[in-house]
């Protein structure tokens, strides 16, 4: 800015991430253009922006390309002042256009417009200056706070609205899993036992697990499809859609015991941990879409490609994974999907299940060893403090459904990666690569760090986790809370200024940092007994709870607040020599709403006090300030778990 001030030129931000294949075209066809390129620098100060590393850039200038009337996207390509305020803006431009425009652009503010420019900058940071809650009308309407089952049931019947009941998900093309939609219903099922409710969210998943955004060789998920069907992945894979989903099909088979939604778990693992994972327990951010310069090269089959590595197998292999001589995809390739379950399949070929498994984990594996054997796709080896702690949640989940060794160590390691290397003091950075962590954190870090300490906290009773927790929530109070408006900003108190500080209001493909940190003031107020931290969340919701009944589909994690407010479920303590044991057999169930706590020996935590461990295994099930008698079996806590939901 001050290089640009000085000289009197307009700024071009870019802005784009590793796994965008729209970025790197324009990066190819015209950054690294020498003559496009020396126009570009003649004329204006170039920054390039990961928006992965400086989400608080993208959101401002994401928000003003959009209310200069531009359908979002990246790469985000948007001309400034030498003051930083946004005066034209877009997305992708082909090199004659990019050229004219600068061109343009440079003529206009070099000469007579440039006033007219500024004036237009100007209007623009007014608009980005106004409150997110002002803007979508939320302080139009007094905030109520109090949550009722009526308003529960329109927040529910608006959301039915946005169903595709044909192939799940919503009613869109192209199709992005949005996890946090179905972790809601799978929420309003358990407090409604509505099996329309649970009938989409199993559509959806299957129909996702089914489907060509689903890696059927590799496991893990793409970021999206681009028609309706589930079956054309934009192939790029991300790390927090996984870790999100990750969460979402470990709680779906803690509800139905799918054996599809186990599998997506364990193969999704078995991805992240031979593909994502560095040498230290950290979690890499990305996978590109290209290889050797084409998009998913790396993961579509021609039919004779099957036959050379099946052999006699490969009739049944490709009637399993929906594979012709013509492909489904271009130039004679296939996208492998599946049309059945594995016992349909199954049936229809009249094969017993047990052989069926036998060959597809023979296909898989050989499928995968030939793909090895593939150019690989661009790896984005940055690790980001947020992306790790959902990745981190994920796992944590994964656990508890399944009891799986493997799945809490691997959590456990990465978890002491973020503790070792972006913990710097109170505070967390938000990015880390080759041994070297930059970029203070944003509220995103916080809130998914401090969801993950807590949930990793109930799975193994750590208590330096909720501690942990606890002191990451006191720095974000303290550097991050606007009392005004009873939300956070998204930039810490000491962070640069840019021409506006934000909040994250809507909860998207990541759920918005407000709806994160309100979810995790309600779940350590309750571990500690904090009223101000439960009062605060159930403020917070109260800002935005007609905004959510209005439009839940696009405040799915404020509306799982909803839920607990609603229903709040129970606390539960263990202590006891076999508290783990109890433990992890009560957390085979599906209970998003009651709090676990517990101790082998003694410990000061609020819910424990009082309570010592004894020779006998103890469950203590407490509920709005009310317990019930203590009983020394899962069976017998389940029951009294039962009890306190009617």
């Not at 998009?295 to 006699?312: H, M, N, P, S």
């Not at 054997?373 to 947020?386: A, C, E, I, S």
Request: net charge negative; charged share 20%.
């Amino acid at each position: 800015m001050a290089r640009a001030q000085a000289e009197q030129k307009p700024i071009i931000v870019s802005i784009g991430y590793a796994a965008c294949h729209w970025c790197h075209v324009m990066e190819r066809e015209s950054f690294e253009n020498e003559q496009i390129a020396r126009v570009m620098n003649e004329y204006f100060v170039c920054i390039k922006v990961d928006r992965e590393e400086r989400p608080d850039v993208d959101q401002v200038y994401m928000e003003a390309v959009q209310a200069m009337g531009v359908q979002g996207g990246w790469p985000l390509n948007v001309m400034l002042t030498p003051e930083a305020k946004p005066f034209y803006g877009g997305t992708y431009f082909a090199p004659t256009n990019w050229v004219k425009l600068l061109e343009n652009i440079a003529q206009a503010y070099a000469g007579e417009h440039r006033a007219e420019l500024d004036g237009s900058a100007e209007r623009f940071v007014q608009v980005l200056q106004t409150s997110e809650l002002a803007k979508y009308g939320a302080l139009d309407e007094p905030a109520s706070a109090k949550v009722n089952e009526q308003e529960f049931k329109l927040l529910a019947y608006n959301i039915a609205t946005c169903y595709d009941r044909e192939r799940g998900g919503t009613n869109r093309a192209p199709k992005f899993p949005m996890p946090s939609i179905w972790r809601f219903l799978l929420r309003a099922h358990h407090i409604s036992d509505s099996q329309q409710v649970l009938s989409q969210v199993n559509l959806t998943l299957r129909e996702m697990a089914l489907g060509g955004i689903y890696d059927q060789v590799g496991g893990g998920f793409a970021r999206y499809s681009v028609d309706a069907e589930w079956l054309v992945p934009h192939f790029e894979k991300m790390l927090y859609d996984n870790g999100q989903l990750l969460s979402l099909y470990s709680e779906a088979f803690q509800v139905t015991q799918d054996p599809l939604y186990r599998e997506v778990v364990y193969q999704t693992v078995a991805w992240i941990r031979r593909e994502l994972t560095n040498p230290e327990g950290g979690f890499y951010s990305s996978l590109d879409a290209d290889s050797e310069g084409e998009e998913g090269k790396f993961y579509v089959w021609t039919r004779e490609e099957l036959q050379a590595i099946l052999g006699d197998e490969e009739p049944l292999a490709a009637a399993y994974y929906s594979c012709t001589g013509v492909g489904n995809w271009e130039h004679g390739n296939n996208i492998l999907h599946r049309r059945q379950t594995d016992a349909a399949f199954a049936e229809a070929h009249d094969l017993e299940p047990p052989v069926l498994a036998k060959l597809i984990h023979g296909w898989q594996k050989a499928l995968l060893a030939a793909r090895i054997q593939r150019v690989r796709p661009g790896l984005d080896d940055k690790v980001l403090t947020g992306w790790n702690a959902l990745m981190l949640s994920g796992l944590v989940a994964a656990y508890r459904a399944f009891g799986e060794a493997e799945f809490l160590e691997l959590a456990l390691r990465n978890a002491e990666f973020l503790q070792q290397n972006l913990r710097n003091g109170p505070r967390l950075f938000r990015t880390w690569k080759n041994g070297r962590a930059t970029i203070n954190g944003f509220l995103e870090d916080y809130a998914l760090v401090i969801e993950a300490y807590l949930a990793l906290y109930e799975a193994t009773f750590a208590e330096s986790w909720l501690r942990e927790a606890e002191a990451l929530t006191t720095y974000v109070l303290a550097n991050f809370f606007d009392p005004t408006e009873q939300q956070f900003f998204y930039t810490d108190a000491s962070a640069e200024p840019l021409i506006a500080r934000k909040k994250e209001l809507f909860d998207n493909v990541i759920p918005g940092s407000n709806s994160v940190m309100a979810n995790n003031l309600l779940r350590l107020g309750r571990h500690l007994e904090n009223a101000d931290y439960q009062a605060l969340a159930t403020a917070m919701l109260g800002q935005v709870q007609a905004l959510a009944a209005k439009e839940p589909q696009h405040l799915t994690n404020w509306a799982s607040l909803y839920v607990a407010l609603l229903r709040p479920g129970a606390e539960v303590a263990i202590t006891g020599p076999q508290a783990e044991e109890f433990r992890a057999e009560l957390s085979r169930q599906f209970l998003p709403n009651d709090i676990m706590a517990g101790s082998l020996t003694t410990s000061d935590l609020p819910l424990l006090q009082g309570r010592s461990a004894t020779d006998k295994t103890t469950f203590y099930v407490c509920r709005n300030q009310a317990c019930q008698l203590p009983v020394h079996s899962v069976a017998e806590a389940l029951a009294q778990l039962a009890l306190a939901e009617r």
